[in-house]
């Protein structure tokens, strides 16, 4: 099992960016709840969205309710964080998670002017 991020990257505060979270080696990729999680510097790391397994049913922090929408694609094993309006607080690591598993190694999000 393993859990590629992609799309993070520098943007200004007030902007969007797209996270997607490639998984392999899942047998059944579409039995799984799907989550993201970050990590700021200096700080724990956290839970910010959830996706159930047919996609039918999500969940996000109250810190991004709002501003931040997990998806999933059950046919190409992929999930995804759609991020808007986002400011220099939500500068961190981010990372998709299954119910089972490591952590992969996650996608730099930085918000700088």
């Known amino acids: 099992v393993q859990l590629q991020e992609s799309g993070g990257g520098l943007v200004q505060p007030g902007g969007s960016l797209r996270l997607s979270c490639a998984a392999s080696g899942f047998t059944f990729f579409s039995r799984y709840t799907m989550s993201w999680y970050r990590r700021a510097p200096g700080k724990e790391r956290e839970w910010v969205a959830a996706i159930s397994n047919t996609g039918g049913s999500t969940n996000v922090a109250d810190f991004v309710k709002g501003r931040f929408t997990i998806s999933r694609d059950n046919a190409k094993n992929m999930v995804y964080l759609q991020m808007n309006s986002l400011s220099p607080e939500d500068t961190a690591v981010y990372y998709c998670?299954?119910?089972?598993?490591?952590w992969g190694q996650g996608t730099q999000v930085t918000v700088s002017s």
């Open positions: 998670k299954a119910p089972v598993g490591g």
